[in-house]
């Protein structure tokens, strides 16, 4: 059974830091990888889709990459903003048949100081 | 604009009556799934349905019913709550084709006393 690992469990920083966070799965056959944003309260937003056959992504500030083979993803923020400060989600949906869910990693929950 | 809503957003209630959560979507989704989320335990699936009277259990369906009699519509049942299914919930739709990105709802946070 697929199982995703999101670490840091929680990161704080001060303003301005380049950051990275890190996503491993265990079952390298995926379809694809996507990074979510939660704010408190609220539900996900999508950021970054990533399908297996591709290796980085990138929107604005944000570049997710995509290491199938080691089972790796990374989500990476340059120029932290204290609007970045969220809850950031990885999860992956596995190949074969349509109808799969997705596994989602517990989160890193992100602090950006002013 | 392209979404995904719920409804209601809060709930309170107590053991045993009967209350249903609504989810649409205006995507023309042929998949909807109803996920909750606990601490320590992240997002996991309830149930799912790939198109128009066709649902499937997730990963932790017990005490919970769905319905597809509409495309646009996926909601959630719990017949008989109890408190362990205080939790957040989550619709979400996606394309069974092409990227297969989903789009979640804002959410329902539902309290069982």
């Known amino acids: 059974k697929q199982e995703v690992t999101q670490i840091p469990a929680a990161l704080s920083v001060p303003e301005g830091e380049n950051l990275v966070l890190n996503c491993s799965f265990t079952?390298?056959?995926?379809?694809?990888l996507q990074w979510f944003r939660q704010d408190p309260g609220k539900g996900l937003t999508s950021l970054l889709l990533?399908?297996?056959?591709?290796r980085e992504q990138t929107s604005g500030r944000l570049n997710a990459s995509l290491d199938k083979s080691s089972g790796r993803s990374t989500l990476y923020i340059a120029a932290s903003q204290p609007g970045d400060s969220a809850t950031y989600l990885c999860?992956?949906?596995?190949?074969?048949?349509?109808?799969?869910?997705?596994?989602f990693g517990k989160g890193t929950h992100l602090i950006i100081q002013p | 604009e392209a979404q995904v809503t719920q409804n209601p957003r809060y709930l309170i209630t107590v053991t045993g009556k009967k209350l249903t959560v609504t989810c649409s979507q205006n995507?023309?989704?042929?998949?909807m799934s109803w996920y909750r989320q606990d601490p320590g335990l992240g997002l996991r699936q309830i149930y799912y349905?790939?198109?128009?009277?066709?649902?499937d259990k997730g990963d932790v369906p017990e005490g919970y019913k769905v319905s597809r009699k509409e495309k646009r519509n996926f909601p959630l049942i719990l017949e008989s709550p109890s408190p362990n299914q205080t939790s957040l919930y989550f619709c979400?739709?996606?394309?069974?084709?092409?990227?297969?990105?989903?789009?979640f709802g804002p959410g329902t946070r539902l309290t069982v006393t």
């Open positions: 990533i399908q297996s056959s591709q």
């Open positions: 349905s790939m198109n128009v009277e066709v649902t």
């Open positions: 995507m023309n989704h042929e998949y």
């Open positions: 999860a992956v949906r596995e190949s074969g048949g349509g109808a799969d869910g997705l596994t």
């Open positions: 979400a739709s996606r394309p069974v084709m092409g990227t297969y990105e989903q789009y």
């Open positions: 079952d390298s056959a995926i379809y694809n």
